[in-house]
């Protein structure tokens, strides 16, 4: 490998969050204006601008959709100046689309970004996910246990009681016996209506957000975003794709995905180091979310490098007019 095709996760660090930057502010306009579908397309378009003057050969290998569904950004795409080194990229251009529309919390553009090869193609179908934040010993909670289970373990592991942890899940109708049983455990629950990369990034700041776990069904693409994410952070992460019909199991297929009832870790979803960058579209625990005074938006995005270790947050302020 020449210098030239080399991955330097340093140099490209900062042009991936001017990609996440510029997704954000294109789709600041449409905060709390209710069109989930315009403020997507403003982020995808600015995010893939920005994507194409970078001295890459990237890939979209978790995008938008299928190439019939996604005009832009969809898995497969080539973006780039098509100089520098062969790169997979994981993108949500705007994660929580109907945050964005209603101004709730959360609504991140998330990017990822890695040597060819080193993430799972992950199809469009559910993944169960099952996520701690960093300090804790290999597999102190897995898949195959129950959600009470669980509570148990990490509270042992913690040296406190189940009633203080706090779980974050997503509130869905499919959920609803698993939260039954985790009330039994006297955990806290705290339901997202959206936004599964941020759950899950939840925690691995948990002295911050207040979150010690993340468990349930989300989409597959999303758990890999987050694997990336968490492996810049710390902590474990566990995913399992979820399949019900044979066309899920078809893209699985197409994908190059045969053992369908594999548990990913977090260093399967995502094997080599990664760069990561989101920026906040509205408020959240994570990042501040888009800030407007007269003439100047103001961004805030997190950067982190897997190699390193590294966390970075970064202010970003434009003239308007």
Do not use: W
């Not at 209603?102 to 993430?119: E, Y």
């Not at 693409?221 to 019909?245: S, T």
Request: hydrophobic share 40%; glycine share 10%.
């Amino acid at each position: 490998m020449n210098k030239e095709t080399e991955f330097h996760d340093r140099m490209l660090s900062l042009g991936l969050a001017r990609v996440s930057e510029a997704a954000a502010l294109a789709s600041a306009k449409l905060v709390g204006r209710g069109d989930e579908k315009a403020a997507d397309q403003a982020a995808v378009d600015a995010m893939r601008t920005q994507l194409n003057m970078l001295d890459i050969n990237g890939v979209i290998v978790i995008g938008e959709g299928e190439r019939d569904e996604a005009p832009m950004l969809f898995i497969g795409e080539e973006v780039g100046t098509g100089n520098g080194p062969g790169v997979d990229i994981a993108l949500d251009p705007l994660e929580g689309t109907t945050l964005t529309a209603k101004d709730m919390p959360n609504a991140l553009t998330v990017i990822a970004m890695g040597p060819r090869g080193s993430m799972l193609h992950a199809p469009d179908v559910y993944m169960d996910k099952l996520a701690i934040g960093p300090g804790f010993a290999t597999d102190v909670v897995t898949m195959d246990m129950s959600p009470a289970e669980r509570i148990k373990a990490l509270a042992d592991a913690k040296g406190c009681a189940m009633s203080d942890i706090t779980v974050c899940v997503l509130e869905r109708p499919r959920h609803e016996d698993m939260i039954e049983e985790l009330r039994t455990t006297g955990a806290a629950i705290r339901l997202i209506t959206d936004g599964d990369v941020a759950g899950v990034m939840h925690c691995a700041e948990s002295e911050t957000t207040g979150i010690d776990i993340y468990m349930g069904s989300g989409g597959a693409p999303e758990g890999v975003l987050a694997a990336a994410a968490l492996k810049c952070m710390g902590g474990q992460m566990y995913g399992r794709l979820m399949f019900r019909n044979d066309d899920e199991r078809g893209r699985a297929a197409k994908a190059g995905i045969t053992d369908l009832d594999r548990i990913y870790s977090r260093d399967e979803l995502v094997t080599e180091d990664v760069i990561f960058a989101a920026t906040g579209v509205t408020d959240g625990s994570i990042v501040h979310g888009i800030k407007r005074e007269p003439g100047y938006l103001t961004t805030e995005t997190i950067l982190m490098r897997s190699k390193t270790g590294s966390v970075r947050r970064m202010s970003y302020r434009i003239k308007t007019s």
